[in-house]
């Protein structure tokens, strides 16, 4: 499978920047993925959960509060206002769900996407 490059930024610098197969962007229409020569496009990011699958095939989440992503044929960028890896070999699974969940609800958006957002962590969550 073709790789894409994927970064995700926040004002408190880079929080990925690396190889990808493929991302699932939680879209301010709806959640949508993105795979390598996706054509271009810019989008507002909503309330949600990033997840991209790595080179490893590994699974991982970053729940944001609000942005914007950029993609082209071989890059994603996203420029979040906060974010917080929730799952990943190199974090503490039960601190990472708590801050997510805290950066989840302290969003302006609607409460039902507070509450999508929410469920899909704690989901994350039991996975592991």
């Known amino acids: 499978m073709e790789l894409m490059k994927l ?3 926040t004002p408190n610098g880079v929080i990925f920047d690396g190889e990808v197969k493929q991302v ?3 879209g301010s229409e709806g ?3 993105v795979l390598a020569g996706h054509a271009t496009l810019v989008s507002l990011l909503d309330t949600g959960v990033i997840v991209y699958e790595r ?3 590994k699974e991982v989440a970053v729940a944001i509060n609000s942005g914007y992503v950029k993609v ?3 890059k994603t960028t996203c420029i979040v206002d906060g974010a917080v890896a929730i799952s990943g070999e190199d974090s503490d699974l039960a601190k990472a769900l708590e801050a997510a969940k805290e950066l989840l ?3 302006e958006a609607s409460s039902t996407a507070i509450a999508s ?3 899909k962590v704690e989901q994350i969550g ?3």
């Open 7 to 9: 970064e995700i930024i």
């Open 24 to 26: 699932n962007l939680p």
């Open 31 to 33: 959640e949508f993925g």
């Open 55 to 57: 080179a490893d095939s």
């Open 72 to 74: 082209d044929e071989v």
């Open 105 to 107: 609800k302290s969003t």
């Open 117 to 119: 957002a929410v469920s």
């Open 126 to 128: 039991k996975s592991f």
